[in-house]
């Protein structure tokens, strides 16, 4: 028996990177996988096919996470093709940095646009199927430097703050329709995201972490499967810093 049988997840910019593994780990506890990602193309048709490995139902849909409408009409897509959501996360996540006297506004709104706002967006939409269920999980999906800021990236670090407070707000309004919304903030995790950094700052960042290591996708997966199961079924609005005991 799995931790997550007969569950149906959702899971935002799941095509790779730590959306895919927490697709990949949800799948071989028995929950069906529907995810979205900007499009569905080679990569993410290989992503379903990896899922569906795992002997459960899945689905990629291409969406703009940020984009309120489109949010819906996904949402009442997954909803007609797999008939409940029992499991939110609220993964996209894009970085534009920048020293604030150099940023620009765009560079600004799309970092709010696709990582606080899509979680609105799949949270409005997601939330009134989840009320009829009378129950459900949603996790976003925020970053070590939501909780303690970051220099250069004032735009990233706001939309992980923003993450934060949403999830303990929603925690707040919906516990008692059985709702439960926590936070997960990563550290320093390697994937496509953190790939193009230099050596020599992710040689400096690993520094700084007491157990020496970056992070894996599969690190956060785990813990996303905790705050997703019944195991944690008395757990609602925390954020769980992933990040190896990083002091920043
Ligand atoms: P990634 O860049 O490897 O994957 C992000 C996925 O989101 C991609 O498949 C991308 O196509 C998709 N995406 C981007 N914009 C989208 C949109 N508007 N609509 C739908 N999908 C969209 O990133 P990674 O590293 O897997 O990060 C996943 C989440 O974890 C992000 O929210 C990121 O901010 C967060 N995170 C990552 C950390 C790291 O060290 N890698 C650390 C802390 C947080």
């Keep these: 028996m799995g931790l997550l049988d007969g569950k149906v997840a959702l899971i935002t910019g799941a095509a790779r990177g730590i959306g895919k593994s927490i697709a990949l780990k949800f799948a071989s506890e028995g929950a069906n996988i ?90 409005h939409a997601c939330i009134p199927i989840m009320m009829r269920q ?28 923003g993450l934060i407070a949403l999830a303990k707000s929603i925690a707040q309004e919906m516990g008692s329709r059985g709702i439960r919304a926590n936070a997960i903030a990563p550290g320093f995790i390697i994937t496509a995201m953190t790939a193009s950094l230099s050596d020599d700052i992710k040689a400096e960042w690993c520094k700084k972490i007491p157990l020496r290591r970056g992070g894996t996708p599969e690190d956060i997966a785990d813990v996303a499967t905790f705050l997703a199961s019944d195991l944690s079924s008395y757990v609602s609005g925390q954020v769980i810093q992933v990040d190896g005991g990083m002091n920043m």
């Design 134 to 161: 009378k129950k459900g999980s949603i996790i976003n999906m925020a970053s070590v430097v939501g909780v303690h800021g970051n220099a250069g990236q004032a735009n990233y670090a706001a939309s992980k703050a």
């Design 34 to 123: 529907v995810f979205t990602d900007l499009v569905i193309d080679d990569n993410a048709s290989n992503t379903v096919k990896e899922i569906e490995a795992k002997g459960v139902k899945a689905k990629g849909y291409a969406s703009n996470a940020a984009n309120f409408d489109d949010t819906a009409k996904v949402v009442a897509e997954i909803q007609k093709d797999f008939g409940r959501i029992d499991i939110l996360v609220n993964n996209a996540g894009i970085t534009r940095d920048g020293l604030m006297l150099r940023m620009t506004e765009k560079q600004w709104d799309m970092v709010i646009n696709v990582n606080l706002k899509s979680a609105f967006n799949f949270i």
